[in-house]
Antibody, heavy 118, light 106 residues
Framework: QVQLQESGPGLVKPSETLSLTCAVS????????WTWLRQPPRKGLEWLGYVYYSGSTNYNPSLDSRATISLDTSKNQFSLRLNSVTVADTADYYC????????????WGQGTRVTVSS | DIQMTQSPSTLPASVGDRVTIACRAS??????LAWYQQKPGKAPKLLIYKASSLESGVPSRFSASGSGTEFTLTISSLQPDDFANYFCHQYDSYPLTFGGGTKVEI
């Protein structure tokens, strides 16, 4: 059974860079569209972007080019970097996987709360 | 971006009730719609994909219908485990977008 596990700092200062990693177990990093989503407190989900094992990426334009999603095949994990964060970036961050880019999300991490505060 | 609007935002209900949640897309998404259940502190769980297909392992009291811009999720007889937040998701086009959620509460 494929499992995803997010990790990273729970507190980030405004203007700094948020960095999260998602470890993939029981599946190869290849063949999936590895995705990051987030959910601000008491709000709906927001899709942030994905990376495919080929290296291709797709990001939500709402992030104004602040996000970078990358793969580390040697560690079977992928990462999110979001720079110039503000309090509006406070959210539960989820990693997820898709076998095709046009599909429902069956594979989710448990989520990790990131708070942006000085 | 395709906007997904759910109603109601909160749905008071009791065990045994039949409940229906609506989701409207700002433009046609054919049947590229999914429904999820989410409980506090947990990741979303897929219930329905392609507008009306029940995900494996999901109880048959969950059903859904719709196409184009209008969709519904129905729980035929609400069980105690069903009190949760439900939201829709369109995967017709990028950026992927989600509804704001419907909280089914006692």
């Amino acid at each position: 059974q494929v499992q995803l596990q997010e990790s990273g700092p729970g507190l980030v200062k405004p203007s700094e860079t948020l960095s999260l990693t998602c470890a993939v177990s029981s599946a190869s990093i290849t063949g999936y569209f590895w995705t990051w989503l987030r959910q601000p407190p008491r709000k709906g989900l927001e899709w942030l972007g994905y990376v495919y094992y080929s290296g291709s990426t797709n990001y939500n334009p709402s992030l104004d080019s602040r996000a970078t999603i990358s793969l580390d095949t040697s560690k079977n994990q992928f990462s999110l970097r979001l720079n110039s964060v503000t309090v509006a970036d406070t959210a539960d961050y989820y990693c997820a996987g898709l076998l095709t880019p046009y599909d429902a999300f069956r594979l989710w991490g448990q989520g990790t709360r990131v708070t942006v505060s000085s | 971006d395709i906007q997904m609007t759910q109603s109601p935002s909160t749905l008071p209900a009791s065990v045994g009730d039949r409940v229906t949640i609506a989701c409207r897309a700002s433009q046609s998404i054919s049947t590229w719609l999914a429904w999820y259940q989410q409980k506090p502190g947990k990741a979303p769980k897929l219930l329905i994909y392609k507008a009306s297909s029940l995900e494996s392992g999901v109880p048959s009291r969950f059903s859904a219908s719709g196409s184009g811009t209008e969709f519904t999720l129905t729980i035929s007889s609400l069980q105690p485990d069903d009190f949760a937040n439900y939201f829709c998701h369109q995967y017709d086009s990028y950026p992927l977008t989600f509804g704001g959620g419907t909280k089914v509460e006692i």
